[in-house]
């Protein structure tokens, strides 16, 4: 069970605990059972197994790289939606289909990786994410890059409508003199914003002192953007 935070119960003068304080996946009871070849399916975000057995065992681990959302919420958009990032997931694990928080067939897949680099590819995924970029579909290459620039320029559109706003110009020159240390903006706001912070972090050659926390996860959304403009 995924549920350690229930309260230990008393049986027949038993003292009873949630099973995934010892064991958050069940592996010593299927190895006892005879099986060794297991398929996991991890409904949280980041989840460590706690088994010495894995030596053993041929196990399968599917996963979203994404929080699901809260664990209460039932109500039917919701499953529908983890359903479908289940099923995708699942057919990446098995190498049915490729990518990290979007999904293309192997060989657009291998179309991107071709044209833009493993790294740059997975920043592109950054972005899209970013820009709000629906992740249930199955996307082919073109539509993909597609989608992605039609996102950045109706963001920066508005972002450049809205630099005054949101101090710009204040907030490049007290992130550059070490005064500003956090950003509160959208993810795309922020990505636009990290954009030119960087542009301008180069053109006077002071991009080593450019605080690399900052960028966050977005980090290798700003290389692949700007291996975009070439």
């Known amino acids: 069970t995924g549920l350690p935070g229930l309260k230990k119960v008393k049986i027949d ?40 057995l894995l030596d053993n065992l041929q196990l ?15 109500s039917p958009e919701v499953l529908q939606h983890n359903r479908r990032l289940g099923y995708l997931d699942t057919m ?24 833009f680099g493993a790294e740059n590819l997975r920043g ?16 082919t290459a073109d539509t993909f890059i597609d989608l992605i620039r ?9 972002y ?18 070490g005064r500003l240390k ?3 903006m959208i993810p795309p706001m922020r990505l636009a914003f990290l954009m030119e912070m960087t542009a301008k972090a180069r053109n006077s050659g002071r991009l080593q002192r450019l605080p690399m926390h900052l960028l966050g996860q977005f ?3 700003v290389q692949a953007l700007q291996a975009l403009d070439k």
Do not use: C, W
Not at 17 to 29: F, I, Q, S, Y
């Open 92 to 115: 990446k694990t098995f190498g049915r289909l490729q990518g990290d928080f979007y999904t293309f067939d192997l060989s657009e897949h291998h179309r991107l990786v071709q044209r």
């Open 160 to 177: 450049q409508h809205l630099r005054e706003a949101l101090q710009v110009d204040h907030k490049i020159r007290s992130i550059m003199s």
């Open 124 to 139: 592109l995924e950054q972005a899209a994410e970013a820009y709000g970029i629906d992740r249930l579909p199955i996307y």
């Open 182 to 184: 956090m950003l509160d």
């Open 219 to 221: 980090d290798l959304a």
């Open 13 to 52: 003068g038993q003292r009873f605990a949630d099973g995934g304080l010892a064991e958050n996946v069940p592996l010593t009871m299927l190895r006892d059972r005879g099986y060794r070849r297991i398929v996991a399916i991890d409904l949280g975000e980041h989840v460590v197994l706690k088994s010495p």
């Open 60 to 74: 399968t681990y599917i996963h979203d790289r994404q929080d699901l959302g809260a664990m209460l919420d039932i």
């Open 150 to 158: 039609e996102r950045r320029q109706s963001f920066e559109e508005d």
